[in-house]
């Protein structure tokens, strides 16, 4: 059959399994808002305030659904608008299509209005892009970007439409969805050795990243904790692979990861790392890093392996098929010895201390546990918060925990809790914790919330600074607080029934409670400004490029020189 670009597109969008998009229109992707309009009752269009707001919204969907996000923009500033969101997918592995319009071929080089070569512009960012210049080509093309975002390790595709490709008519006809192959290949010999190293370890620890999540292998993840009887710590993107309450749960690793889990690593004789890159946050000296373990990492992109850490043995391929394949060769081991050493470092974490006359980081999200319940989605900012968040929500599930870890997105939440809102409708609730630093760079989006009556509920932790970059200042820099004390006066609860939204105040536990109690009964979106101390600090924390035994758990002196920083116990 005869159709135009634009309504080629919307039908490869719609057999590739698309039942959402978010965008925002312009004049270069008229003809494409205009088929949207024609398949309206295929595909749901999601209109955000941003096109930034638009890219994490999709990237939000995708992470918590496992499916391709998609996002449209219009050319020039439209397209330049979702880098900051496409390098966040990017960085931390998500599945998504970012559609861009263009000027018309006859244009393209001439500066002309609202040109911008964004293929260019994302090449760094991006698993791959594509300008489509024949609109014979374009469904294929489509159809190739859904293929590589989602499969091997996965991440962002951009494909950039001239205006005249989404108008000129060509002949379509339809496929069936895109199948994504598995090519691991299991090196058999590596993977005996692998599991005889595991079986023979005194002082194993298994380490699980972002990978797990992304290859649906969460449950093969636990039967090997169980299985083998080792004890298992997580980065940020790997929350809810293991239960909270799990006995053989360490929790986070890295800069802000409980003491006990970064002793068991530099401890271990045998560390495990599965779908995990060993970042700059989690190895925060890579020479040290468990420095007295045989490192085996288990990783589906080959360039990971020795990049940041040097391994001993590894295996490339899907972490889901590894798994498979290595768990029949995993024996039971008692390991009575070695757990009882790791219940001995519990006694040098830190322990927060409760206190019912204001708000403390720590009952705060402990209340959004108890009053929310276990399905809800917890979406963050990034910040003191956002650390905190990742210390005290009692994860109990994958997809159930999105932030952005390796960009690090201030301005990323609201737009991500909106797309995961969107996504899983008004049964799973979806709280998104802020703190107002990051809240203030994406509040915009509070009127898309409202346009859909989207009930997400946002909890700022307001301490009116820039708290983690002032935290830095406070232990490295002498206190010279410079330009985080920004002497903001803006009213939350005000701002947010501006936007149609209601909006709460809270100045303790109680105040609190009582505010998110009333927040679950309503039937669209909800703000609370939380005041919290701008003193309030996330600890426990490791210094950058310092180790465990370098570990700041209370006050500490300031010093010039960071080398000569050292916990007062």
Request: aromatic letters at 6%; glycine letters at 8%.
């Amino acid at each position: 059959m005869q159709l135009n670009g634009s309504q080629i597109l919307t039908e490869v969008l719609i057999e590739q399994g698309t039942d959402t998009v978010f965008g925002y229109p312009g004049g270069a992707v008229l003809d494409l808002y205009d088929a949207l309009y024609m398949y309206s009752d295929k595909i749901k269009h999601v209109l955000t305030a941003h096109e930034q707001g638009a890219a994490h919204a999709a990237d939000g969907y995708a992470r918590a659904t496992g499916k391709t996000g998609v996002v449209i923009a219009t050319s020039g500033p439209g397209a330049t608008n979702l880098v900051t969101g496409i390098a966040t997918a990017y960085m931390d592995s998500v599945p998504m299509v970012a559609i861009t319009g263009n000027v018309g071929t006859g244009l393209i080089g001439r500066d002309a209005f609202q040109e911008v070569y964004i293929t260019g512009i994302t090449m760094p960012i991006t698993k791959h892009n594509f300008m489509v210049q024949n609109v014979d080509e374009l469904a294929d093309t489509i159809r190739e970007a859904f293929r590589i975002a989602n499969s091997g390790r996965k991440g962002p595709v951009l494909i950039d439409i001239p205006k005249n490709i989404l108008s000129s008519v060509t002949e379509f006809e339809k496929k069936s969805i895109i199948e994504i192959k598995d090519d691991t290949v299991i090196d058999m010999d590596e993977l005996k050795a692998v599991a005889k190293l595991i079986n023979n370890a005194q002082r194993p620890v298994i380490q699980f990243g972002g990978g797990v999540v992304s290859s649906n292998a969460s449950d093969l993840a636990l039967k090997l904790v169980e299985k083998s009887n080792i004890p298992s710590c997580h980065t940020l993107m790997a929350a809810g692979v293991m239960g909270y309450n799990h006995p053989l749960n360490l929790g986070l690793i890295g800069m802000h990861g409980a003491y006990v889990t970064n002793k068991a690593v530099d401890d271990a004789d045998v560390l495990i790392a599965i779908g995990t890159r060993f970042s700059d946050r989690v190895a925060l000296n890579t020479t040290e890093f468990a420095k007295k373990a045989t490192i085996i990492q288990i990783d589906i992109d080959l360039s990971e392996i020795n990049k940041n850490v040097r391994v001993d043995r590894y295996l490339i391929g899907d972490v889901k098929v590894i798994l498979e394949n290595l768990l029949p060769l995993i024996k039971n081991k008692n390991r009575d010895k070695w757990l009882a050493a790791l219940d001995g470092y519990k006694k040098d974490d830190y322990i927060p201390v409760d206190d019912d006359t204001k708000i403390t980081p720590h009952q705060l999200i402990g209340s959004i546990c108890d009053i929310m319940g276990e399905d809800t989605v917890v979406v963050t900012d990034v910040g003191q918060h956002q650390m905190w968040a990742a210390q005290y929500v009692r994860h109990i599930r994958p997809r159930g925990f999105l932030t952005s870890g390796g960009l690090g997105t201030m301005g990323y939440g609201y737009g991500a809790a909106i797309g995961a809102k969107t996504a899983l409708g008004n049964d799973v609730p979806v709280v998104h914790i802020t703190g107002d630093g990051s809240f203030h760079m994406n509040l915009n989006e509070a009127c898309t919330a409202v346009s859909y009556n989207l009930p997400v509920i946002t909890v700022i932790m307001n301490n009116r600074v820039l708290g983690m970059v002032r935290q830095w200042q406070r232990c490295f820099y002498g206190r010279r607080f410079s330009a985080t004390d920004p002497e903001r006066k803006t009213d939350f609860a005000r701002l947010a029934e501006a936007f149609g939204a209601k909006g709460y105040r809270a100045s303790t536990i109680a105040e609190f409670k009582a505010a998110l109690l009333d927040a679950k009964k309503q039937n669209g979106p909800v703000w609370i400004d939380c005041a919290v101390d701008k003193d309030e600090r996330v600890l426990p924390m490791i210094p950058a490029g310092k180790t465990v035994s370098d570990t700041i758990i209370g006050d500490c002196r300031v010093c010039k020189n960071p080398c000569e920083f050292k916990d007062i116990k």
